[in-house]
């Protein structure tokens, strides 16, 4: 099984830039599909992104698309997301998170990295 460790949060005001990424450990990370999530303070944990194995593909929320852009470096393990624009409803912990391909559910999670906008 894979690990996650998410780094690259802290505080920014509104329409900054801010890139997180996640370091995965384990032999089989290329196998993964890789997503970010985000949970805002008092509300349900939600998608963000995702990408495929190969990184051809990849699918956002419509709240990220436009302004948020997921990648990942396999010869690196990493994976990343590079959010443009952000608004203050952008806050919240982002995890990054990988699943098997033919598994709908998210089977690894990393610890999280608090983004907060503010001005």
């Known amino acids: 099984q894979v690990q996650l460790v998410e780094s690259g949060g802290g505080l920014v005001q509104p329409g900054d830039s801010l890139r997180l990424s996640c370091a995965a450990s384990g032999r089989t990370f290329r196998n993964y599909y890789m997503g970010w999530f985000r949970q805002a303070p008092g509300k349900e944990r939600e998608f963000v992104a995702a990408i495929s194995q190969t990184g051809i593909n990849t699918f956002y929320t419509d709240s990220a698309k436009g302004r948020f852009t997921i990648s990942r470096d396999n010869a690196r393990k990493m994976v990343y997301l590079q959010m443009n624009s952000l608004k203050s409803e952008d806050t919240a912990v982002y995890y990054c998170?990988?699943?098997?391909?033919?598994?709908?559910?998210?089977?690894?999670w990393g610890q999280g990295t608090l983004v907060t906008v503010s001005s």
């Open positions: 998170a990988a699943r098997i391909p033919t598994s709908s559910d998210y089977e690894a």
